[in-house]
């Protein structure tokens, strides 16, 4: 018991220690860097989503590209026909819509698990994609759909103050308040009986079954909920980005949202938030550096599969064990 | 009735070239229940290789020449095979899958760029082969002979493919491993020699894939993607793992996207995933798939 | 009183006649054994009285109630559990949590994602309770996945116990483990169904474990029923003695 509380209050210290960082930081950052970090924060919300399918339900879905394409575009749409410029707006419209999405897809996922799930869950968001590309007239085709700087809570960019400063200061703060909204309530749900549930349908489908959970009904909410969080996190990028495009409901980001989740480590409740924020920064200053920037995240996803498996946090935690034992 | 035979045709050309791309992903699943997410990216590497070896010998050499050359795409990308198989999906059979799709999704990144080093950020193209064949006339219409000679080659390799794995000694040994890897083992089969060789032939069927389509379309950076989702789409349709269902699923696809890019092509991509999932809905293991 | 009856219970896989219109009966409040040579029908039997496999024809009844074309769920919510032969655990949850989970199942409370399990105070006392009835209290907090074999096959019961069942079915209980483990396994499967008055029907090959624990012994032969009766008639029926010596000679 001392042990466990021993434990709990180290990471709730660090977790502090976090939180005052993530707090001050804008000051103490350019405007440039703190945007990079609500990029990475965003991504984060969606790795959490993507993790409750794949860390805790064990299913891996090669679609969530779907689901946050979905609430970008909605957003996007919401601007276009509605005119309405609301961030709240934004977001229930971007949380509906990635919801229906995810109940209508997920509905037909949930029959099958491992390679079928992930190729359905391809196939199925690859219909969004090519829709969105082709539908120009509705979607904006390549060019998409642009997105203005919304309001915050019925308060807009006062006139004359810069955007930049707007995402970096305000907006940043918005976003980092949902995600520690977001993740209080993802660690709930993973902590919760019905957490416990999905990770016994992870473990052992058909005990599952046989202890009386329903696996297919608790599959379906678990990729609801998935769908939701990530479409979230699509909501609350596209005013970041300014910009929406098919690109985001493409297969390969579905790929990358596998890779962060993966790079932090799926295994763990935090890895894929870290994932998720290194992995921005890695894109970012691969893709500011060379044209080859594929390659050198090709390259670090390689090597993480060939010799960190259990990616960051599940690597530094062994060793942190290994270091304590050793001590 | 021209407008239909041309379109018929077309839809050959599409599904020959599926076949070979689709056909070699489904034989690495079959033996391997890998599925190789760079598999389109193999298929770009025969067709830049090829694109680029003809570019290297155009104007000196004779026109035969250039046909001669043409194979090698399909040897590059065989070559490219043998080295990533044992190098990286070998230490990984043990693993689970996740694995597996996340290293050749690294290994698509890679190959992307890769290209990109090698032949660069624009388009090659091998057009002298297509133009060297002419064309010929269908009632009022001409169509290109290359056209014609894609399919026949496509027709071809399938034969081939159909005695090589039904009617040799290799085929039964990769049937045996594709059906039961441990007791093929414990017979003494050499699996690990069985998938190179079988990663090797998948490949090298993408990359022939590439190679003769190249003159017909050229060679540009993200073809690979496009590729390996529409095989997804032929494979799910067939069945993973089935031949016999590649070749159903290239035919159905072919004539799906011919027949959309003339008269729904708004919707003619979503149509094809929609055609995968509902048949994943109702025949999981695809049209010819075994359960 | 009869918990369970099955008539004319029959399922084929191909030519294979697995359970051939068996009419098998458990009685409330007894420990049957299934006994038979391998691919005699008992787990198919067991299989399809659990619902992890439909019956091609004939009836299962439970406490009066048709369960043939019951879904798994219904039929953990009518009282009948199962344990499994090859051992079925989360083992990447704790042995705690692997008990914990069923009595939140039980309770319907998996449904619940609002509030944290480890602080449901009742669920984690009773879940402590079940393993230390089955001796696990000292390895809560271990992974199931790190269990010894003996344990593993403790646990697993211990699953299908902690759903409170009316019937338990228990696919051979001690297979897998050393003889010199059986009887003390036995013995706390034994000690805890009758203490809690659960009806168990347990599949079993050491013919020792079986004339020991049971109340009353069905054997089974090529999907039928060969034999129904008291361990004591079972040990002199000469037809059993010749099919059982028979099979296990040839096999």
Redesign the interface.
């Given at each position: 018991m001392t042990m466990v509380t021993v434990l709990s209050r180290r990471l709730l210290l660090s977790a502090a220690v976090i939180l005052a960082l993530l707090v001050i930081l804008p000051s103490a950052l350019d405007p440039y860097q703190t945007i990079l970090l609500s990029y990475g924060l965003i991504f984060a919300i969606a790795a959490l989503g993507f993790n409750l399918l794949?860390g805790y339900t064990g299913l891996?879905s090669?679609g969530h590209s779907a689901y946050f394409g979905m609430g970008a575009y909605a957003v996007a749409f919401i601007v276009k026909y509605l005119k309405i410029t609301s961030m709240e707006v934004f977001l229930i419209g971007g949380i509906l819509a990635s919801a229906a999405v995810a109940a209508l897809f997920g509905f037909?996922c949930v029959?099958?698990t491992?390679?079928?799930f992930?190729?359905?869950t391809?196939?199925?968001s690859?219909?969004l994609w090519?829709?969105a590309?082709?539908?120009f007239w509705v979607t904006g085709g390549t060019d998409g759909l642009r997105v203005p700087t919304p309001s915050l809570l019925g308060m807009q960019m006062a006139p004359g103050q810069d955007k930049m400063t707007f995402l970096a200061h305000r907006y940043y703060y918005y976003v980092l308040i949902i995600f520690l909204a977001g993740l209080a309530v993802m660690w709930v749900i993973v902590h919760s009986p019905f957490g416990k549930a999905l990770q016994a349908i992870r473990d052992n489908e058909t005990r599952a079954e046989f202890v009386g959970v329903q696996v297919r009904k608790y599959r379906f909410v678990a990729f609801l909920i998935s769908g939701a969080y990530t479409g979230l996190a699509g909501a609350l990028w596209v005013p970041l980005n300014g910009l929406t495009t098919p690109e985001i409901l493409h297969?390969?980001f579905s790929?990358k949202i596998?890779?962060f989740t993966?790079l932090g480590g799926f295994q763990t409740f935090v890895g894929p938030i870290i994932g998720a924020v290194v992995y921005n920064y890695l894109e970012t200053y691969a893709v500011g550096h060379t044209?080859?920037?594929?390659?050198v995240?090709?390259?670090?996803?390689?090597v993480?599969?060939?010799a960190l498996?259990a990616g960051i946090v599940g690597t530094a935690k062994r060793l942190g064990l290994r270091l304590r034992r050793a001590a | 009735m021209e407008t239909l035979i041309i379109h018929l045709l077309n839809s050959l050309l599409y599904a020959s070239v599926l076949f070979l791309i689709a056909g070699g992903l489904s034989l690495i699943y079959g033996v391997m229940r890998i599925?190789n997410?760079a598999h389109g990216n193999i298929y770009a590497v025969g067709a830049y290789t090829t694109a680029w070896a003809v570019g290297r010998i155009e104007g000196g050499a004779p026109t035969i020449a250039l046909y001669a050359i043409l194979p090698i795409g399909a040897v590059a990308a065989a070559a490219l095979g043998a080295v990533l198989e044992p190098t990286?999906l070998r230490?990984?059979y043990k693993?689970p899958?996740?694995?597996q799709?996340?290293?050749t999704?690294?290994?698509?990144?890679?190959?992307?760029?890769?290209m990109?080093?090698i032949w660069g950020?624009y388009p090659l193209s091998a057009s002298a082969l297509f133009e060297g064949m002419g064309s010929f006339s269908i009632g009022e219409s001409i169509y290109p002979a290359y056209n014609l000679a894609v399919i026949i080659v496509g027709g071809m390799a399938a034969a081939a493919l159909w005695a090589f794995v039904y009617r040799t000694k290799f085929g039964v040994i990769l049937r045996a491993t594709s059906q039961n890897m441990r007791m093929a083992s414990a017979l003494g089969v050499n699996v690990n020699q069985v998938y190179v060789q079988a990663f090797t032939l998948g490949c090298f069927m993408a990359g022939l894939g590439g190679a003769i389509i190249v003159p017909q379309q050229g060679a540009v950076l993200g073809m690979g993607?496009d590729a390996l989702?529409l095989a997804?789409?032929v494979v799910?349709i067939g069945g993973?793992g089935s031949l016999e269902g590649a070749l159903l699923g290239a035919l159905m696809v072919g004539v799906v996207r011919e027949f959309g890019i003339t008269f729904f092509?708004?919707?003619?991509?979503?149509v094809l995933?929609?055609m995968?999932?509902i048949v994943?809905?109702i025949r999981?293991a695809g049209l010819l798939g075994r359960a | 009183m009869n918990l369970l009856v099955t008539k004319v219970l029959t399922k084929y896989f191909g030519d294979t006649h697995a359970v051939d219109g068996v009419d098998f009966t458990v009685q409330q409040g007894e420990l049957l054994a299934l006994i038979g040579a391998n691919g005699a029908g008992k787990t198919t039997l067991v299989n399809l009285i659990s619902g992890m496999l439909r019956p091609d024809s004939g009836s299962i009844v439970f406490q009066g109630a048709d369960v043939t074309s019951q879904s798994v769920h219904g039929r953990i919510k009518a009282g009948i559990a199962r344990s499994f032969q090859l051992v079925n655990l989360f083992d990447q949850l704790t042995v705690l949590d692997n008990v914990a989970l069923v009595i939140f199942s039980r309770e319907g409370k998996t449904r619940n994602f609002v509030y944290l399990a480890d602080h449901d105070r009742p669920v984690r006392q009773e879940a402590m309770d079940v393993l230390q009835r089955f001796g696990l209290e000292n390895k809560a907090n271990m992974l199931a996945g790190g269990l010894a074999q003996g344990e593993r096959k403790l646990l697993d019961v211990a699953v299908a116990v902690a759903l409170r069942p009316k019937l338990l079915l228990l696919d051979e209980p001690t297979s897998g483990v050393s003889t010199r483990e059986k009887a003390p396994i036995m013995d706390i499967i034994t000690a805890i169904v009758r203490s809690e008055h659960i009806t168990a029907v347990i599949i079993e090959h050491d013919m020792d474990v079986v004339f020991k624990y049971s109340d009353r012994i069905v054997v089974m032969h090529q999907g039928t029923i060969l034999a129904d009766g008291t361990p004591d008639e079972i040990r002199t029926n000469d037809q059993v003695i010749t099919t059982l010596i028979g099979t296990q000679a040839s096999g």
């Open positions: 794949l891996l090669f037909l029959r099958y491992r390679i079928f992930g190729i359905l391809l196939a199925l690859q219909v090519s829709l590309f082709k539908f297969w390969t790929g596998v890779f993966v044209v080859y920037w594929q390659l995240l090709g390259i670090v996803l390689v993480l599969v060939l498996p | 599925v997410l990286l230490p990984l693993r899958e996740e694995y799709l996340l290293i999704f690294g290994l698509l990144l890679v190959l992307e760029d890769v990109r080093f950020a993607v989702i997804f789409v799910v993973l092509p708004e919707i003619e991509l979503a995933y929609l995968a999932a994943l809905l999981p | -």
